[in-house]
Every structure is written in C-alpha cells, then in structure tokens.
C-alpha cells in the first residue's frame, strides 16, 4: 500500500513524487515511457518557477533569457530586456529527468514503460492497473499530461478547450549566435490567433508557432506550413531536414473539477497552460506541489482534497482566466495592441515582468485594457490576417528599452 500513486514523469508529477517523498511518504511514481523521454516543448521555464525547483536546477540551465523581440507579423520588431533573466532554456527530456531523479532520492519508486490501463477509486485505497502489476494507493495524483489516460478514466475531463502547436529545436549557426544569444523573438499575428517564436538554446534554436484558439484541428489550420513559413524568416536553409513535432495546448482559465474520490488532478492533465502565450512548466510545477501538499494535508487526517481545489480555483485558475482576456485583446486586435502596448507603450516590459513574476496578469491587464480604450475605437481596426513574406527581421532592429 502506497501513501500516493503518481501518473506521469513530466514536471507536475515529478515535483509531487519530490516534495511528498521529502515528508517521509511512500511514493510510487509511474510513467508510460523510458525516462529521459522526448517531450515537444519549446523548453522555457519562467522565472518566478525558481523558488519551486530548489538549487540543483542551474545545471539544467541552457540559455538565460534576458531580453525579446516582439514583432507584428515579421514587421515593427520592439525590443525590450531585463536586468535578470525572465526565462530559463532546459532540455525538457534531462529536466524531467532530473526531477524524477530528485523525487527517486527522496525516496520514491519509480516505475518507467508503464502505461495505465485502468483506475479504481474506493473509499478506502485506489487501485491503478497497468500491463504488469496492479497497485494499491491511499491517493492518487494524476500528471500525465494533455493526452493522458487519467482525467478519462477517472471523469475529470471537464470543458478544457485546446489549441495546439508545431515546434522543433534546430541547430544554431554560428553565424546567429550573437544575434539570439539571451534572446526570444516573438511574433504575433503571424498565424490567426497566436504567434510564431525563436528562443535561444545554447547552440540550438527552439522554433515553433502555436494558436489559441479552441478546437485548432476542426479549424484545420496548418500549423506546419506556418512554421515552414516562420522559418524562410529567420536565415536562408533554417529548418531543412527537420520536422516540427504537433501536440495540443490545453487552454486553462475555466473552472472544472479536477478532484474526484481519492484523486487530484495536476499541470496540463488539470488544463493548467497559459491561454496567452502557451506555457505550462510554471504551473505544473506549482500545481505539482500543491497536490502534494494537499495529500500530505490528507493523509495527516486534515482537509486536503477539497482545499485543492479552492486554492487552484483561485490561485491558478483565475489567473489564466486573466490570461485569456489578455489573449483575446492581443490576439483579436494584434496590429492595435502592437502600436498602442508595445511600440507606443511599455507592454514588452510589464509581459516579462509577469514572466519573471515581479507583475502580477491582473494588474497587467488592468493595464492593457485602459491603454487599448485609450487607443481609439476597437471596431475600427481590421483583425490581422494571414502572413506575408517580408524581410527577415534580425534580434537587434527596432527600439530598445530596459
């Protein structure tokens, strides 16, 4: 009988196995692969994430990211950079890694090729069947991601709306390197509702496009001509002989259960991506801990799963719904949010911010949606369409403030 059963070696489940292993509990971690395993994932961890990770995190530090280029469909780039880094570049497959291993130290049992084919809630103890063994848990914590077998089996599928996206890491001539180097270029309005990015890697290039906008397969939007697109704009031959990896963004900022009898939910099995700008590493690690702390809450007998729910609701959910009103005026009026925010404004500045976790989303939006009123009438300015080809944009064009 273990104290909790873990679904799922991404970081959500990793930084649970970690933090209830740490409180003495017996902890069984499964995942369905091999551990390191490939992850589609640009690889961007914010920097508020920090105090979540613990010291032993800078070795898996590619790049720090100091400063973005923010740009309208390949045109107007405004750059604007941070005194300390708003974002760290991992390689997902060794920082999963990591953290499982992190969690394995602490004693957890990490079991790899595992996959869960079936989930039995009682009132007493779970039952989680695999094609090996079938294992006895007090609670269960399911992490396993967008497409996991969890929130299925277990009824918590709820209304997450998805988007999706198309990326790959290429190699980074040398010829780029000071043009990148500490950077991430983003541009929106590049696709319809959503935007296109190059981070650096070290001596690779995270490159990718990615929508916002529900139901991203029905739409039939062809996110890989977008990104061989986005690629003919960064340096002549970029990309060849590479193929962008597709997975689904669940869309987070509805509330929805993500509790059931014995279970909780965490990271993107939750719905816990950022509806703006598509990163999720913050809080799968952040509704990582929470779940654990909230069985741990449990299992001394004191209100635990309930609570979960409460303080997701209101410290992760009703952010990202936040997020999502900033999404649907960035992204809904890109060429007015671009010359009234960001060009006339200090919108790149306040987004790192909230990267790096020194703003908070409520008090950006609060921002924007004045600045964006003040701007002139939103009627009046066409939704952007699809792109055009233009002339590469380079990192160091355009305005620059700190």
Not at 158 to 178: H, W
Not at 342 to 349: D, I, K, Q, S
Request: glycine share 14%; hydrophobic share 40%; proline share 5%.
């Amino acid at each position: 009988m273990y104290d909790a059963i873990v679904v799922g070696g991404g970081p959500a489940g990793g930084a649970a196995a970690r933090e209830l292993s740490r409180r003495g509990h017996r902890v069984l971690l499964l995942e369905a692969r091999g551990i390191p395993r490939d992850k589609p994932c640009a690889g961007a961890v914010a920097a508020k994430a920090l105090p979540l990770l613990g010291k032993g995190f800078s070795g898996q530090v590619l790049e720090e990211l100091r400063r973005a280029v923010f740009v309208l469909n390949t045109r107007r780039p405004v750059g604007s950079a941070t005194e300390e880094p708003f974002a760290y570049m991992v390689a997902r497959p060794s920082f999963d890694a990591w953290l499982v291993g992190e969690a394995a130290e602490a004693g957890a049992q990490v079991h790899t090729r595992e996959p869960v084919e079936g989930i039995e809630t009682g009132a007493d103890e779970v039952v989680v069947r695999t094609g090996i063994a079938a294992y006895r848990g007090k609670y269960l914590i399911g992490t396993d991601g967008a497409n996991g077998v969890c929130a299925r089996l277990l009824g918590l599928t709820g209304k997450v709306p998805r988007g999706g996206s198309v990326e790959m890491e290429i190699p980074l001539p040398a010829a780029q390197r000071d043009r990148f180097r500490g950077t991430a270029l983003v541009d929106y309005a590049f696709l319809p509702w959503g935007y296109a990015w190059a981070f650096a890697k070290g001596e690779r290039l995270s490159v990718g496009v990615g929508t916002f906008a529900a139901g991203v397969r029905q739409r039939r939007v062809d996110l890989h001509g977008y990104l061989r697109r986005f690629l003919t704009q960064l340096w002549p031959g970029a990309g060849e002989g590479f193929r962008g990896v597709g997975h689904p963004i669940p869309l987070g900022g509805r509330r929805h259960p993500i509790v059931g009898e014995r279970v909780v939910l965490a990271g993107d099995a939750a719905g816990f991506t950022d509806p703006f700008y598509g990163e999720g590493i913050y809080y799968a690690l952040k509704s990582g801990c929470m779940a654990a702390a909230a069985v741990g809450d449990s299992l001394a007998g004191k209100e635990g799963l309930a609570a979960y729910q409460r303080r997701t609701d209101e410290e992760i959910t009703e952010t990202l719904g936040v997020a999502a009103r900033i999404a649907r005026l960035f992204y809904s009026w890109p060429s007015l949010a671009h010359r009234v925010l960001v060009e006339n404004g200090p919108g790149g500045e306040w987004f790192l911010r909230v990267v790096n976790g020194k703003e908070s989303y409520q008090a950006f939006y609060r921002w924007a949606a004045r600045q964006m009123l003040r701007g002139g009438r939103v009627g009046s300015y066409p939704k952007e369409g699809f792109a055009s080809a233009h002339a590469p944009v380079a990192c160091g064009e355009g305005k620059e403030r700190t």
